[in-house]
């Protein structure tokens, strides 16, 4: 349930869903139920396991576990898919489907290497990650979490349908729920801890090439200044609305 500060209508979701979401819910739900049939052989082969991974060179793991979930765990798929169709969609909307899928697979693999660099670790419970197999699209969605606060940080959302939450807390607060059913997942909180390599990896992908941190501080500070217009009447100049001097009155 979302409110457009640009419209006194209020409506359901961010619209109709986006080829990339699509796809990305689609496949991880079709993977869950051939998880809940085979869940051992599924997690062996296609959960990041850093002993796999690094020992017998198992790579593809670090993004086929971005479509794997507990079989035992329906929230852990429900709040990840959720994230993704609510946020997804209008990120890519926003940048196109070909950048946004790649800034989904930048979070989700980052979040696999953060989580290989912490099972590597001096510490009994970081080695014990070393031989856990991690699942789930958790990094992922931390990564859209975080560019989508960016992008829209003043819109208002109902959380519950009730209670009305600007973008940025909503966003911590969806994060914080997101995280607390991650800890029933494979790998315990310092995989969940590791998960939030995807936020990072999201974070240093939109300041590299492309300018899209440039973009959405332009978007951010647009909003700013027509909010700034709105409160003080002030309208543009330009022959398409004054003939006269030109000057902003």
């Known amino acids: 349930m979302r409110q457009s500060p640009s419209s006194a209508g209020i409506s359901f979701g961010p619209g109709p ?20 049939i085979a869940p051992d052989l599924v997690v062996d082969l296609l959960g990041m396991t850093p002993a796999d991974v690094l020992g017998r ?6 993004v086929t576990y971005l479509f794997i979930h507990s079989p035992s765990s329906f929230g852990h798929i429900l709040f990840n898919m959720l994230a993704v169709w609510m946020f997804g969609v209008e990120l890519e909307r926003r940048w196109g489907t070909p950048f946004f899928a790649k800034f989904y697979a930048v979070c ?40 989508w606060a960016l992008l829209f940080p003043h819109r208002e959302i109902l959380f519950m349908f009730i209670f009305p939450l600007k973008a940025r807390m909503f966003v ?8 607390l059913s991650a800890l029933d997942g494979a790998g315990g909180p310092i995989a969940s801890v590791a998960h939030l390599g995807g936020l990072l ?18 978007q951010i500070a647009r909003r700013k200044m027509d909010r700034m217009r709105k409160k003080f009447n002030i309208h543009k100049g330009g022959r398409d609305y004054w003939k006269g001097d030109g000057r902003v009155h």
């Open 108 to 147: 989700g693999v980052g979040a696999a290497v953060c989580t290989i660099a912490v099972s590597l670790l001096p510490f009994d419970a970081a080695q014990s990650l070393y031989f856990t197999a991690t699942i789930g699209a958790s990094g992922a969605v931390y990564g859209l979490l975080m560019a």
């Open 201 to 218: 990896a999201g974070w240093f992908y939109l300041q590299g090439p492309g300018g899209f941190i440039t973009e959405i501080r332009r």
């Open 17 to 36: 869903i986006t080829p990339a979401v699509k796809i990305i819910i689609l496949t991880n739900v079709a993977m869950f139920v051939v998880t809940r």
């Open 57 to 62: 060179a198992q790579i593809w793991q670090v």
């Open 172 to 179: 911590l607060l969806v994060g914080a729920i997101a995280f």
